[in-house]
């Protein structure tokens, strides 16, 4: 008799995803966020996400701490076309971290980050919440290599 195996697709991201709200651009908005959060964030090549009939830039952003081995990327979320993430209008940027930030150093930064100038809003956004998050950590690793 045939054994049937299941193979358990669960989320294996361990990201911490912050959405902000600002309008202003992606470059000033980013000198901002470096002297706020004392970071230096550096420009990549823009994330290119969609298929090939439909795909969109989004200006993209990285950051390494050599002391905590953590990388920073700040995505934009707007396209003239769309958004990055559909179901996030409210968001301008993502701050994504690829690690899980304890609670209180995620309280620290969203703090900093909404003491930037034109910053509306700064907020965490959980995984499991957003439907497309998960697509988005793999293209962005995808864009990385």
Known sequence: MAKKIKLATGSSYDYTTIGIACHMKDYRFTFF??????????????????DEKESRNYSFYIYTNPSDRRNYYLVSNYHEEGR????????DFFLIVNDILPANQKKEMIT??????????????????????????????????
């Open 84 to 91: 990055l993430i559909p179901s996030e209008k409210g968001a």
């Open 112 to 145: 900093k980050i909404q003491k930037v100038p034109q910053a509306l809003a700064a907020y965490e956004i959980p995984t499991g919440k957003v439907k497309n998050l998960e697509i988005i950590f793999e293209e962005i690793e995808l864009h990385l290599l």
């Open 33 to 50: 966020i470096n002297e706020h959060l004392g970071i230096h964030f550096r420009r990549l090549d823009d994330l290119i996400s969609g």
